[in-house]
């Protein structure tokens, strides 16, 4: 017979946002149980790669504002509490075209939110930032409340501060199923061994679509996607890319992102965000469909040739790339997120479909997921993410 368990709170998955919620959970008092499939910083899923962009003057949306504010306290809280430098403020630059996204988006946030921001022309972002090769036509946002998130060390100061805390952590377990109950569902691990609460906080990234396939059909479903990472190395001492800021640039085929260096200014990283919406053909480079159990194929010469041909805008680096990893996006049907309950699933608060600009938020959302599990209900901005939007 399986062994069974209880608890009032099981977070499955603890990466970016589940580390947090338990973290949240477990710091109130709550009876939580964590379960992560592989450890706490793993490079399997969506919350590794050495660094994540924070920014406010949020050019997806201005509805994101309140939000990132509530993160960027969340995440002072983590730093307190852990005793760990998590956040590193850099500033951000946002280029492109004066009409496109990166550039009226910023604005348009800004403005509707109060942020302190300056709409830069050609000339001074050529000035101010010469690491960046910007065209004749581009012109620049700059904004000083943003930064650089550390993914791997998140994970794992929630995951210990949660332990700490008195979270029983289950860490190698794989979760095989998740059973939705109003009153007591059930997590049934992969050694037979069933868990009971009184709910289920899944937060399992790339997975949710496999494990809970209810969560994934709203909107034409989840998809993961693959995409690519590239550190290039800095070619001049001192590098211009040592202190920032962090950068989004909206090309002619996709939009790309990059960090300055984060080694002492051995390296820059970058990576596409996404393909320009013609660009999204059958057979494009990167948004290629994922299987989470396999992962995504590992990066290649081609992979290398298009990241060098981004890096191009940048001075003072390398042609190729030095090293790369692959990771995975897992993207709802408008790209906002998925938090909240579905009323087929009782017993069940559901996160996912971070679509790849997600683990800055991870702080405020781990916070919210705490206290839908705990009251049903929460306080911060989230929504304009409820599962139910496109009912």
Request: proline share 7%; with cysteine; aromatic share 6%.
């Amino acid at each position: 017979m399986a062994e069974q368990r209880e608890a009032d709170t099981v977070v499955v998955g603890l990466g970016a946002m589940g580390a947090q919620a338990l973290w949240r959970l477990a710091r109130r008092g709550v009876d939580a149980v964590g379960i992560e499939q592989f450890a706490p910083g793993h490079d399997r899923g969506s919350s590794h790669g050495e660094s994540r962009i924070i920014r406010t003057a949020y050019m997806e949306g201005a509805g994101y504002v309140p939000l990132v504010r509530s993160a960027w306290r969340a995440w002072s809280e983590l730093e307190e509490a852990s005793g760990t430098r998590l956040v590193v403020p850099t500033g951000a630059l946002m280029l492109g075209a004066p009409d496109s996204s990166a550039v009226t988006g910023s604005v348009e946030a800004a403005e509707q939110h109060g942020l302190s921001y300056q709409l830069l022309s050609h000339e001074q972002v050529a000035e101010r930032f010469p690491q960046h090769a910007v065209g004749p036509g581009e012109v620049g946002v700059f904004e000083e409340e943003a930064g650089v998130v550390l993914p791997e060390a998140a994970v794992r100061a929630a995951v210990r501060l949660a332990g700490e805390a008195g979270a029983r952590v289950l860490t190698g377990t794989r979760a095989a199923r998740i059973v939705p109950d109003p009153d007591r569902p059930r997590v049934l691990l992969g050694d037979g061994t069933e868990i009971r609460a009184r709910r289920v906080v899944v937060t399992v990234g790339s997975w949710l679509p496999r494990l809970v396939p209810e969560a994934a059909e709203p909107g034409g479903g989840l998809r993961v996607e693959r995409r690519v990472l590239g550190w290039f190395r800095t070619t001049r001492v001192p590098s211009p890319h040592a202190r920032g800021p962090v950068f989004a640039r909206d090309g002619d085929d996709c939009t790309w992102y990059g960090f300055p260096s984060m080694d002492g200014g051995r390296t820059v990283k970058i990576g596409v965000h996404a393909e320009a919406p013609g660009n999204r053909a059958e057979g494009a480079q990167w948004g290629e469909p994922v299987d989470p159990d396999t992962g995504p194929r590992a990066p290649d010469a081609a992979d290398a040739r298009r990241l060098g041909e981004l890096a191009s805008g940048l001075r003072g680096v390398s042609v190729l790339p030095e090293r790369m990893v692959a990771c995975m996006y897992t993207m709802t049907a408008d790209e906002h997120f998925l938090i909240g309950h579905r009323r087929e699933l009782p017993g069940l608060v559901l996160a996912g479909g971070f679509s790849g600009h997600g683990y800055k938020f991870a702080s405020a959302v781990g916070a919210a997921l705490a206290d839908l599990a705990q009251h049903g209900r929460t306080d911060l901005p989230i929504g304009m993410f409820d599962p139910h939007r496109w009912d």
